[in-house]
């Protein structure tokens, strides 16, 4: 009886200790887990952050290169109009002296602001250099002077023009339209009085009859083809006359240009 009881309570103490290290195994997994889906968090949100980056670099290097292609078709160079113009045969001529204008205004905006600026302290030299005394109330007056004479090249500009171009017209006449339908000669046959050549269809007896009472000698006929009416051509009318306005071109109503 103390053997069992000795053999019970080892194999309790075997089963405690199983179960004591599974509960070590366990919460030492559960300890490692949060580490490692920490781990694997970070580097997923890293991997983001990086295609975030690459996508927004891209995004803003074709936005840059749109806005240059827009800016280039809005405001083409000189010599892309003239090389356009040579190359469409079809071109208007006014439309691309005018395009090429605008373009050669463009690049000259810009230094043109710069040299004024630049003129300025050249404006002032000159007026030391010319004053008696070189007294600074002098060079403030040349420094407006200058300022003023800037804006007044600004101002000298002239505006540009467009062509305003009016319809040229012209009155075309075109005479009324006559069809000709030709009739034919008309041809019967009729009953001829052979002694006086009389025309007596449908009258025969009586004419023999009046011609025996009145001591005539019409006594036979005979039947001949005779033409009762000629031919004749007829003009029916098919159209009227009528007047049409033809556009022949364009005219320019301020500078009086063609096309």
């Known amino acids: 009886m ?3 009881q000795g053999s019970r309570k080892s194999k309790n103490d075997v089963d405690e200790r199983e179960i004591a290290l599974d509960k070590q195994s366990k919460a030492a997994r559960n300890d490692e887990q949060p580490g490692n889906a920490k781990s694997k968090k970070r580097a997923v949100f890293m991997v983001l952050g990086a295609l975030l980056a690459l996508c927004l670099a891209a995004g803003m290097v074709n936005c840059a ?48 602001g710069g040299n004024t600026g630049a003129s300025k302290p050249e404006t002032g030299g000159n007026s030391t250099s010319s004053g008696n005394g070189g007294s600074t109330g002098n060079n403030g007056n040349s420094g407006s002077n200058g300022g003023s004479g800037s804006s007044n ?27 000709t339908i030709h009739h034919d000669a008309v041809v019967e046959c009729r009953d001829i009085c052979n002694q006086c050549g009389a025309d007596i269809t449908g009258n025969v007896a009586g004419h023999m009859e009046q011609s025996f009472l009145n001591g005539g000698s019409c006594v036979s006929h005979s039947n001949k083809y005779i033409e009762t009416s000629p031919a004749w051509d007829e003009q029916i009318l098919v159209s009227d006359a009528w007047d049409e306005t033809v556009t022949t071109g364009y005219a320019c109503s301020g500078c009086g240009a063609t096309k």
Do not use: C, F, L
């Not at 090249?153 to 069809?179: E, R």
């Open 2 to 4: 103390m053997w069992k």
């Open 65 to 112: 290169a749109s806005y240059k292609q827009a800016e280039s078709i809005k405001r083409p160079s000189p010599e892309q109009v003239k090389k356009n113009a040579k190359t469409d045969p079809n071109a208007d001529k006014d439309k691309v002296d005018e395009e090429s204008q605008k373009a050669e205004e463009g690049v000259t905006d810009e230094p043109s």
């Open 153 to 179: 090249n600004g101002g000298d500009s002239k505006p540009q023009h467009t062509h305003n171009w009016v319809p040229q017209t012209t009155v075309v006449h075109h005479d009324a339209v006559y069809q």
